[in-house]
């Protein structure tokens, strides 16, 4: 039995103006000698002769069957609605208890009725009311104080809910049922999918060592069909990647590999992957970066998903001759927060679909070309990374396309240590390092290295292999030796030719090597793929 307490008193008035008209009427028809004080009796009798019928027609008008009962719950008054509920004739009902009416009442709900009065409450039931003939029906009780002929009643609404209570049982038993079907739809795919990724990750294998030419060198027409195999096989990974990444999401198992990453490069980075099919489909991509100083802590294959859904999404329904535009920049709504935002002039998102595109499964009627989960694992990774996805189609202020803005916390810059020995060749490298918004530290030997490794934590060391006080081959041991610093990426870059005892060592490592003079172009790409992880998700 459900209980609730809610704050209201009823009362039943007699209305002033009408005893007021009532007054004027009766001395107008009283006859001659009759005293004032006869005249105003047969007034009040008239009044509560009429009030009575008003009351009872209000009674009987009314939708829920009504109980008037005294303080001990013995029934007094009622309408033919509640002998109609309770299946009792009306010579039957007055003199009844109330509380036998209501399956498990006892006095314990009289005195709570009772305590709710006198703190002018009324009482809520929800419970299953007894008919005479012992069935039942569940229903919704409000129980209040009447004032009737100055003595004070217990009034009792009982609303039959049979039907609600159905309606609802039904809605939960769909629910439960839905929800049951969805997890074990959920497990299958993601079983089945797991029993694909080792065959499909060592055809991927397989098929990178014939392009490689392991098997010799591939005739043009089979490399040809061997290529298109690769890019299938990956995106078949791709999309088997999801299904799991969703489900281990959803059970909230998904693990990020964080680091440092600029986010303007991962961006661009997912951009490049996809230039070419955009060329093939005459559709521009452009891409601004107003940020391309900020950094995120974010995993980057993964955040790299996000950006190959959002951006691929935008090649897929844009058609011949359209526009995509990517922006990185500071988040205009929200400091320390940066946001990279792909907007295309395609065929957009129907209004009713814009709040569902991100559904698991959900695709766009005939637009519909894929699997429908790259919205939704894109919006659990943003979500795992603090950050937030929006789409609006058409995109403000134009007439078509759509527009998904992603916004994630932005991060301090991460630290780059030089070890060079040469002044001028070390300002140069920290100047060109600097400018792409890393904070850097430059050390002039092998023991200033040690010590800046110690004390600033780089994320990354650009290393000249001829130092003064050791050789740079040397230092690469000893850092690779010591656990605090053995995971840190290097990249060398030296003048010198590399000699073969340091050639195995970069090799070991797989340590890149730039000569001098280097291009900018390529040392940042190296220092930055070492923040990003350089293995490719393929598509
Ligand atoms: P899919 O893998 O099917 O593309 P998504 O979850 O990535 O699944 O997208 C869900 C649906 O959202 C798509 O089927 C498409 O109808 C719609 N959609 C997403 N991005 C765009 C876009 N840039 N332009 C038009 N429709 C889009």
Redesign the pocket.
Known sequence: MGEHDATSTMRIDIRPDFLGQSLARKRQEAPAGASPRDTSYLVLEDAARHRSSEFRKLLESIYDAVLVADSKGRIVDFNSRASEFFACPPAQLGGMNVLGFISGADGSLLATIHRNLEQHRYTLIEAHCLRVDTSTFPAEIAVNRVDLDEQSQLCFLVRDISVRKRAQEALEDAVRRLAEHDRARSEFVSHVSHELRTPLTSMIYGIANLLRGVGGTLPPEVRRYVELLEGDSKRLLG?VNDILDLRQAEMKTLKLVKSRVPLARLVQRGVDVLRVQAESKGVGLEVAAKAAQRFVDCDAHKMERVVL??V???V???GKGGMIDVTVEDDPQAAGRVRFV?R?N????PPE?VGR??EMY????E????????????RQIVELHGGTID?A?PPPGREK??E?RVGLPAAEPPCVLVVEDRPDVSGVLAGQIARHGYRVVEAGSAAAALAALDREHPGAVVLDLVLPDMAGRDLILKMKADKSTSRIPLVVVTGADVDARTARVLDGFSIPALGKPWGEEVLMDHIEGTFMGTARLGV
């Open positions: 999309t859904n959002i691929g999404n935008a897929k329904f844009t792909v295309d395609g065929v957009g998102i679909a595109v991100m959900f695709t766009v009627g637009q519909a070309s894929g699997s429908g989960l790259g919205l939704a694992i894109s789409i189609s396309g759509t998904v």
